[in-house]
């Protein structure tokens, strides 16, 4: 027997079995890779929904905030409104009218109608 040629098969053995060693565990490599980046477009899919939920969320409380300063410049302007209608009417001196006021000027019915129109609740 030529221990040459033995040695050289058990080399040759042991160098197929270190191969189809490594290629196995080079599969189960490529298996846990391919498990990740699937894990990772997943993640990605979610990570990209909750953004635009984020995104759509930041719309809305733009709009609310809008919303929010129009109806109080509302109420601010509607209070200046109202201090100044009080302002005039406190400033007002009721008086007597003259015969010729009496003559000219519309009557009382129709002033009142006027004064009510103009003190109505805006």
Known sequence: MNWGYVAAAAVFGLSLW??????GKLDLEKAAHRQTKTE????LEKGMGWKAAYEEALVAADAHRTATRACLDRVAADAAAREERAEILQA???RPR????????????????????LNRDW
Do not use: F, W
């Open 18 to 23: 270190g191969i189809d060693h490594l290629n």
């Open 40 to 43: 990772l477009a997943e993640a």
């Open 92 to 94: 007002a001196q009721p």
């Open 98 to 117: 003259t015969e010729q006021e009496r003559q000219q000027v519309v009557n009382d019915e129709t002033r009142q109608r006027a004064a009510d129109r």
